[in-house]
Every structure is written in C-alpha cells, then in structure tokens.
C-alpha cells in the first residue's frame, strides 16, 4: 500500500497556502486530490484496484461502483482483479440523474434487487457524491454495505454518512498524505 500512497502523493495531492482549491462541495481548500492522474494510467490503476479490492473483500460485495465519473475506473479495476482472484464482484455505474430515454435507469450494471454492494469514491469530503449514489443504489432494491474510497479528506464526510445508517471505509486519509 506504500506505492500506492507515494503514487498518490506525487502525482495527485496538489498543496496551495491559501485555499484555492474549489471542491465539488463548492468549499475552498488549500488541499486538491485529483485522483484521476492514477486512475487512467493502466499500471496505477491496477495497483489501486488490488488495494480497494482487499479493503472491500472481507465484506462480499456482489457489486462495487458508484457515481461516475471517479467511481468508475475504481469499479472496473477492482472487478477485474476480483475475477483474477477468483470471486468475481460485477462493476456497476450509478449516474448523476436518471436517463431522460429508453429505461430512465440511473444505474447501470449487472446486478439484481437485493444484490449487496460497496458504493466506490475517490475522494470523500462532505460525503454529498457517495451519499447520492447511495440513495441511488437503496431506490433500485440494492442493498449497500458501505462506501469505499481512496481518500478521505477527514471533512465531515464520515459523519454525514453515519447519520444515514452508512459506515465510510477508506485506504488512506488526508492526514496520512500530507
């Protein structure tokens, strides 16, 4: 998991004096992770894969994704090194908002109601992204085990996901990184 880390403390985390960073909760920060300088490099993601999928295994997910775009790449990595390992986990998309067309799914993937699922994100703040995937997932009979994420920025996040019944399980903190 040390690689992981330095790979993600070399190319993602992005440090200001003043926050300048302007987050997806609309906050400003002096911190910026962006997770995806990993997620598109095929050896980095496969590396992240492994890791997240050792962080959920011990829960049986039948599903893992959550909402795209940075839950993507996570879900099909942690798919095809669960299909390596012998216990597939089918990768699931949840969208922003269902489709206007055709089914009006908001979530696409393989599974059936009542499959048990590990929400992904790459990055918690306030947990308002995995917190909308979760509802998704709940809405469509899936039952959620919990949200997975590379990092959590130590933000509320966790609170705001335990006040729905839902716990946060993370590889690394912000402290960690920093």
């Known amino acids: ?15 200001a004096d003043e926050p300048t960073f302007k987050l997806a909760s ?11 300088r990993i997620t598109f490099d095929p050896q980095a993601v496969l590396l992240l894969g492994t890791e997240m999928w050792n962080l959920v295994k011990d829960f049986n997910p039948e599903g893992v994704g959550g909402l795209t775009l940075g839950a993507d790449p996570i879900a099909y990595a942690v798919s095809f090194v669960s299909l390596q390992k012998g216990n597939p986990i089918k990768p ?3 969208r922003k908002e269902p489709k206007d067309h055709g089914t009006g799914k908001q979530i696409e993937g393989l599974l059936e ?6 929400v992904l994100e ?16 709940r809405r469509e009979g899936l039952e959620v085990i919990g949200v997975f994420a590379v990092v959590d920025r130590e ?15 993370s590889l690394f903190k912000l402290s960690d990184l920093l």
Request: net charge positive; aromatic share 6%; with cysteine.
């Open 113 to 118: 109601r009542g499959s048990r699922v590990a």
């Open 92 to 94: 699931f998309v949840v």
């Open 122 to 137: 790459d990055v918690v703040t306030t947990g308002g992204s995995a917190l909308k995937a979760v509802r998704a997932c």
């Open 1 to 15: 998991m040390s690689d992981l880390k330095e790979l993600i403390k070399e190319r993602c985390l992005k440090v």
């Open 155 to 169: 933000e509320g996040g966790r609170e705001n996901l335990k006040s729905e019944g839902v716990e946060l399980y």
């Open 26 to 36: 609309g906050k400003l920060s002096r911190f910026y992770i962006d997770l995806k």
